[in-house]
């Protein structure tokens, strides 16, 4: 289910657009400002935001424009009853994908948001790793993880088959030249420098705990 954050200070549209996109299967947190909005945005992971422009403490282009420059780039939509072209430039430039005029109809929204979410399916999040499993780029606590092939690929293994362990003959096949030490150096090399629990499982492989 894709998770939603929703910024708008308008209590009758916030409720009734949730509930319709809670009805199309969607997973929606509310924030009623602009500080609201930044204060979820680090301490959750959403698919997909959706921010007013003209709302209480910041603004919804200032906190997008802040979020971009901590490099967050979550797919966003703009909706506003702001639809002067100045308004609509300065969404596109602080890196909105989208940009929708109230008043608007749900269901061009809900077609507007699916299609923003359908690129989502290569991508997989786990605690605090997102990965595009079609450039296998890896953020780990919004950041840009910079690491060799071989360790990015056990660790995206790892990730997918969590909880259940990946066989030691499975990543073998990862490594540019196999052998046991080989990989017990990679496994630990990506503890260290992640911080994260690989667990080994005598006889069949390792498992992140």
């Known amino acids: 289910m894709n998770r939603l954050l929703l910024l708008e200070d308008d209590p009758n549209l916030s409720k009734s ?14 924030a009623k400002n602009g500080e609201e909005a930044m204060d979820l945005s680090y301490e959750n992971n959403y698919d997909l935001y959706l921010f007013d422009i003209n709302v209480p403490l910041l603004n919804g282009v200032d906190l997008l424009t802040a979020l971009r420059e901590a490099e967050d ?10 639809v002067d072209i100045n308004s609509v430039t300065s969404g596109f430039i602080a890196g909105a994908d989208d940009y ?12 507007r948001i699916k299609a923003k979410t359908a690129s989502l399916k290569n991508r997989l999040k786990f605690r605090d790793f997102e990965i595009d499993l079609q450039t296998k780029e ?35 096949l990862l490594l540019d030249k196999p052998t046991d030490l080989a990989l017990r150096v990679n496994i630990a090399k990506l503890k260290k420098s992640l911080d994260i629990q690989i667990q080994s499982i005598r006889g069949v492989g390792y498992k992140i705990i």
């Open 17 to 30: 657009l949730i509930k319709y996109l809670k009805f199309n299967g969607y997973s929606i947190d509310w």
């Open 73 to 82: 780039f979550t797919p966003t939509i703009i909706i506003s009853a702001m």
């Open 138 to 172: 890896i953020r780990y606590k919004k950041e840009l993880l910079h690491m060799g092939f071989v360790q990015k690929n056990i660790l995206i293994s790892l990730i997918q088959n969590y909880p259940n362990p990946v066989t030691k003959d499975e990543l073998l």
């Open 100 to 111: 929708v005029k109230k008043p608007f109809d749900p269901e061009e929204l809900l077609i």
